[in-house]
C-alpha cells in the first residue's frame, strides 16, 4: 500500500524497517501533502519529524517486547529499550513523557495490562500463569496494576468476557 503510493507519486524510497521507509530526496511541500493524505486515506501516518518518529519506534519496541514475544527480558525494561533503539534510556524517556503525556514505565503497564486481558479471555492459563507469563513479581502485583488500569479485578474482568461469549450452537 506505500509501496504503491510512493511509486504512484514518483517519490525515490528505500525501505528500512517495518513501518519506516526511508526518503533520500527532499519532497515539495506539493508531494509531501499529496503523500500524508493519501496515505491517511488508508488509516496511515506519515511521521517526517525525529521526535515523532522515535516516540513511534519505542512504542513498537514496547507492543512487540509485551505483546508477541512469549517471555518478556530478562533485563530491566529500561536497558532493553535502550539497546534496541540504541540511545540513553534518560533521553528516549523524557521524549516520551514530553510528546505523548505519560512515562514509558505507565505506556509498559497499559500494555502488560492489555495483554493481560487477552490471555484472561483466551481462558488458557491461570491468573498466576499470566503473571508469571508477564513477568510479574506476584499475582497481587498485577491484580493491583490490572484494577488500577480497567477498574476491574482480573476475575471479575474474566467473568465479564465469559459471560459475553456465545457457544456456536446457540447462533
Given at each position: ?102 512515562t ?21 492459563l ?17 491484580s ?8 476491574l ?19
Amino acid at each position: 500500500m506505500v509501496k504503491a503510493e510512493l511509486e504512484k507519486l514518483k517519490i525515490n524510497y528505500t525501505i528500512i524497517d517495518l513501518g519506516v521507509v526511508n526518503i533520500p530526496d527532499i519532497l515539495s511541500v506539493e508531494k509531501r501533502q499529496t503523500l500524508k493524505a493519501n496515505l491517511l486515506v488508508s488509516g496511515l501516518e506519515l511521521l517526517d519529524d525525529n521526535k515523532s518518529i522515535l516516540i513511534e519506534r519505542i512504542k513498537n519496541v514496547i507492543v512487540d517486547m509485551v505483546h508477541y514475544t512469549d517471555e518478556l527480558p530478562s533485563i530491566n525494561y529500561s536497558e532493553f529499550i535502550s539497546e534496541k533503539l540504541g540511545y540513553d534510556y534518560t533521553y528516549l524517556a523524557n521524549i516520551f513523557s514530553e510528546v505523548t503525556g505519560i512515562t514509558i514505565q505507565q505506556f509498559i503497564i497499559i500494555n502488560r495490562v492489555e495483554r493481560a486481558k487477552e490471555l484472561l479471555l483466551y481462558n488458557e492459563l491461570s491468573l498466576t500463569e499470566i503473571s508469571y507469563k508477564l513477568n510479574y513479581s506476584s499475582v497481587a502485583h498485577l491484580s493491583a496494576q490490572f484494577k488500577k488500569v480497567t477498574g476491574l479485578t482480573p476475575s471479575f474482568f474474566k467473568k465479564i468476557g465469559q459471560m459475553k461469549r456465545i457457544p456456536l450452537e446457540n447462533v
